[in-house]
């Protein structure tokens, strides 16, 4: 044990108790459904049948403890709806907080991978510094804290990216298993891993071969390297096998026969739908193939100022150091791919691996800037304000925004950034409140319980209660618009009540005599 353990331990503990405490706030979002029929379809029928489009670890996990406390699949065709039956059609339920609990050893791994890495490049407190900042960061508290994929791809990538580094710096038989082990994570939780992790492996390793071509040749030749590598590609292999319960067949009916053949499936589907693209939303207009500039801008608005201003000391005061370039390699390596090839742009959280090596940058920020004398009130104060703004944010992590973004933040982004299907259940406490028995509802994920049901018109509103999630409230609004321009619609005139950070409800005076308004 060394002088910090207990340290990175009290880190870990603070960030889970703020992650722990989201659980019964959000009510399961658009995707969580999906994840824990999947998962649960595995484990109670050891198929995996209903999506390939995800590789089967983090569903697993969400699953698990929702499994092990006596829930089984209900045998709905449709993977949401099984999701939802699964967690008993109530937006906060016990199998949801269960599948919520199941993602909190990927946030552990993802944390002692970050602080792994960093103490094998910057030493032991900058690997401190770097924990600190990465556990306090909205965007990873968030997605920890939900039953999905993303937060498993970020430790998937942290663990590989730091067993990589620790096989580099002594190759062994041992440590290229161990980099097997750390590849097979990342890619058992997510398929964007697959063009992720060379190109983070790459930005990582490039600023040391460049420094030192000779030795980086001499390493590449070594047959004894390659040979290890090999054994560690040879353990990913095995294990994501293994993840799919070592099946064996034909890809989807055809072709020759192999193992894994959801796997392959599901690499074939990602790229569908990476050509078809997906409806996203940017500072006010709409693409079938998202936009290039997607990411930089979720990074810059959905991550705090004090943060982004220690990565930027870190970059501006350590160009000469090859520890902050590695780190701000491999970062960039995941943004560019992400960038130039991505197409389905819907959050943040596609690019969540980028928070772990951007907060070794960071902390070598604030390490240049504290230990200038003339900058050390300066590195003060952006931790402090980090500190406090973050804890500020509690417990809307999800919807977070800093202060670039401005109270509005649904005219720049919306889907998973903003509003995710989360505040249904605040929704439900606020027309229980009101003693309200109807609403005319536009949802995109689970609805209030005891409340009859109405459509939601973009025409009229309904007398009484009106409420939409802002996500599918903001795409068919623009769509509509796009159909017909200069439409102007009934909700934009009136003012709204907005419930969370992710829902407008309205009230309309009922008037039997108002044609305007929608009958019952």
Not at 280 to 289: I, K
Not at 439 to 448: D, E, G, N
Request: aromatic share 10%; hydrophobic share 50%.
């Amino acid at each position: 044990m060394t002088r910090t353990w207990w340290i990175v331990a009290l880190l870990i503990l603070l960030g889970t108790v703020r992650i722990a405490s989201t659980w019964t706030t959000y009510a399961y979002t658009s995707d969580e459904p999906a994840h824990i029929a999947c998962g649960m379809e595995w484990l109670d029928h050891g198929t995996y049948h209903y999506e390939d489009q995800h590789p089967p670890l983090a569903r697993i996990a969400a699953a698990l403890l929702p499994y092990l406390h006596g829930a089984r699949s209900k045998g709905l065709s449709n993977m949401s709806e099984e999701g939802s039956a699964i967690f008993d059609n109530a937006p906060v339920s016990l199998n949801l907080t269960l599948a919520r609990a199941g993602m909190l050893p990927f946030f552990w791994i993802a944390c002692l991978s970050l602080s792994w890495l960093a103490r094998q490049f910057c030493g032991e407190w900058t690997a401190v510094i770097a924990l600190a900042l990465f556990s306090t960061l909205p965007p990873i508290l968030a997605h920890a804290g939900l039953a999905t994929t993303d937060m498993a791809l970020t430790a998937g990538m942290s663990s590989a990216l730091a067993s990589l580094s620790f096989w580099v710096r002594k190759p062994s038989t041992g440590r290229a298993a161990l980099l097997g082990v750390g590849i097979a994570s990342a890619v058992g939780a997510k398929f964007s891993s697959l063009p992720f992790l060379p190109a983070a492996a790459a930005g990582l390793l490039l600023p040391l071969a460049l420094k030192n071509p000779a030795r980086a040749r001499d390493f590449l030749l070594r047959s004894k390297h390659l040979a290890q590598f090999a054994s560690a590609l040879a353990v990913t292999a095995l294990l994501v096998w293994a993840l799919y319960r070592f099946s064996w067949g034909h890809v989807r009916g055809t072709g020759p026969l192999r193992p894994a053949p959801e796997f392959w499936a599901g690499i074939k589907t990602v790229r569908w739908h990476n050509r078809a693209g997906a409806l996203s939303w940017l500072f006010g207009a709409l693409s079938p193939r998202g936009f290039f500039w997607f990411y930089p801008v979720s990074l810059a608005l959905k991550s705090p100022l004090p943060w982004l201003l220690l990565v930027a000391a870190g970059v501006a005061l350590g160009w000469r150091n090859l520890r902050m370039w590695s780190a701000l390699g491999a970062a960039l390596g995941v943004l560019l791919v992400a960038m130039i090839f991505g197409h389905i742009d819907l959050g943040i959280r596609h690019i969540l691996p980028v928070y772990a090596c951007l907060s070794v940058v960071a902390a070598l920020g604030l390490n240049s800037l504290w230990e200038r004398r003339k900058t050390r009130v300066l590195a003060a104060a952006l931790g402090l304000w980090l500190a406090i703004g973050t804890a500020l944010a509690h417990p809307d992590y999800l919807p977070y925004f800093n202060e670039l973004a401005g109270s509005r933040p649904e005219r720049i982004l919306i889907d998973s950034d903003l509003d995710w299907g989360q505040d249904e259940l605040r929704l439900e406490h606020r027309l229980a409140a009101a003693h309200a028995t109807r609403v005319a509802l536009l949802s995109s994920a689970s609805a209030p319980r005891g409340m009859e049901l109405d459509p939601f018109s973009f025409d009229a509103p309904q007398a009484g209660w009106n409420a939409a999630d802002i996500t599918p409230l903001t795409l068919r609004t623009a769509q509509a618009r796009q159909r017909e321009p200069g439409r102007t619609f009934w909700f934009e005139r009136m003012p709204a009540e907005r419930i969370g950070k992710g829902i407008l409800l309205w009230w309309v005076d009922p008037d039997p005599g108002d044609p305007r308004l929608q009958p019952h």
